[in-house]
């Protein structure tokens, strides 16, 4: 894994791979789930080339598949590695602006 992400051509694997998702097989879908899921593991900054490639996307989609193993690795990657991401932005931005309204009793 540190030869695949650590080198000049990162980008390209990643967008490769994501492509892959595209196959109709349950066991290639369940193999490049695994592969992705291994990438965001050893290094979560992964997440933001998935999204870069539209592989967010793609892997979104999966969780209306008919297989429940892939709905199963779709929602631990979606929830593991961007779901929480998100609302802790959601958190922290709503934390973060003054309250604009007055209370009157």
Request: hydrophobic share 40%.
């Amino acid at each position: 894994i540190k030869l695949l992400l650590n080198n000049q051509y990162k980008e390209m694997i990643i967008n490769d791979i994501c492509e892959l998702l595209h196959v109709r097989d349950v066991d290639n879908i369940l193999v490049i789930l695994s592969i992705l899921s291994k990438f965001l593991l050893y290094d979560e900054t992964i997440s933001l080339e998935i999204e870069k490639c539209n592989g967010l996307d793609i892997i979104v989609t999966l969780q209306d598949h008919e297989n429940n193993q892939i709905q199963q690795k779709v929602d631990f990657i979606l929830t593991t590695y961007y779901y929480e991401d998100k609302m802790e932005d959601i958190i922290h931005s709503n934390i973060c602006q003054p309250i604009s309204q007055t209370f009157k009793f």
